[in-house]
């Protein structure tokens, strides 16, 4: 099935651990990005890529990391540096590079800080 | 720089009953506005979108919105609400390409029976 998979669905990190959020997808879409939803707030753009080996920082990219080796992957790190990483985390892609393409989104991955 | 206010945390109606989410927008230029609904921890769902062309845009599931530009605004309707329609609804910006959407905070509907 094309789509897009996040893994794992749910985490939980103790503090100063660092850990790395999966998004994989098979739809052959050039652009993908990286979002925060915490209750209250909406989404929030933490980094987003148009094209391997290419990434810009979002609203929200302090104490995240993130690398584009294969266009199918976009692997997101929540640094020890990241102060409130307990969120549910989105990953999303799109079509093309232009204004019109809508954004499809994986399951999510909800992380807790213990 | 883009935003996009949702100006209703939350909006309650009985089951068919007309039903709108509201959202207004500010951009520099033209505006591409898109809702999507969530519904508990899921990832988001796509319904419709405006680029442009006629102010009034279907979608999926019967939802439809309406775009005007003067009161930049772009309202999420259904005619007659179901209760399965009870979900996280956001609407979403971009003025130009090479730009990330920009999402409001989310309006939850709920649709009792």
């Known amino acids: 099935d094309g789509g897009i998979t996040q893994s794992p669905k749910y985490l939980f990190r103790k503090e100063g651990q660092n850990v790395t959020l999966s998004c994989e997808q098979n739809?052959?879409?050039?652009?993908m990005y990286w979002y925060r939803q915490d209750p209250g707030q909406g989404l929030r753009l933490i980094y987003y890529?148009?094209?391997?080996?290419?990434?810009q920082k979002g609203d929200i990219a302090e104490g995240y990391s993130v690398s584009r080796e294969k266009k199918e992957s976009f692997p997101l790190t929540v640094t020890s540096a990241q102060k409130n990483p307990t969120a549910f985390y989105l990953c999303?892609?799109?079509?093309?590079?232009?204004?019109?393409?809508?954004?499809?989104f994986g399951e999510g991955s909800r992380l807790t800080v213990l | 720089a883009q935003s996009v206010a949702q100006p209703e945390d939350q909006v309650n109606v009985a089951e068919g009953n007309p039903l709108t989410v509201k959202c207004t927008y500010s951009?520099?230029?033209?505006?591409?506005l898109f809702w999507y609904v969530q519904y508990p921890n899921r990832g988001l769902q796509f319904l419709l979108k405006?680029?442009?062309?006629?102010?009034l845009v279907k979608g999926s599931y019967g939802f439809e919105a309406e775009f005007n530009k003067s009161q930049t605004s772009f309202h999420l309707k259904k005619p007659s609400a179901l209760v399965s329609d009870s979900a996280l609804y956001f609407c979403?910006?971009?003025?130009?390409?090479?730009?990330?959407?920009?999402f409001g905070k989310g309006t939850t509907l709920s649709v009792s029976s």
């Open positions: 999303a892609t799109q079509a093309g590079q232009g204004y019109t393409g809508e954004l499809f």
């Open positions: 739809l052959n879409h050039d652009a």
């Open positions: 890529s148009q094209i391997v080996n290419d990434f």
């Open positions: 951009v520099s230029g033209n505006p591409y």
């Open positions: 405006y680029i442009t062309g006629d102010n």
């Open positions: 979403a910006v971009r003025d130009k390409a090479g730009t990330a959407l920009i």
